[in-house]
């Protein structure tokens, strides 16, 4: 999409931006190039997802196959997502988030990161309770069940 075809006033009114922080932001090509493919109807049905891959030890009781949805790379769909997860297994979801986004506003597949497992924050048995490792990948809207 291009510059002149992106409704930049519809941008700045749902950022609540003022006039002066619409110029800023536009005026970093960087951000100026972005917005229009952040804010597109197609990246609201792409699916950043989070998958336990291994659980051992688990206090929160998460399991394999357990699953967090955040439709557009950052809005956590808690229809599609599994109830129980620990606030030690969503630190390291950020940066994997960030990562995944950034790929795919670059126009590179996000599901080709070199890092795209992260563990929680806990240690494990010996020196805590357990440890979570979970896969990062994106799935379309339409290979999302419901």
Known sequence: MSDKEFDWKRFQRHLDYSDEELENFRGDPRKARAAPKLFSREVTKKFLVFEVVKSHGCAARMKVGDRLFFRGFAILDLKR???TWCAHALAAIPSIANMALDRY?????PDDMVYNHIPCLDVGAEHGWGQ???KAYVQDESEVND
């Open 81 to 83: 997502s599994n109830p």
């Open 132 to 134: 979570v490792i979970m």
């Open 105 to 109: 506003i670059a126009g590179l597949d």
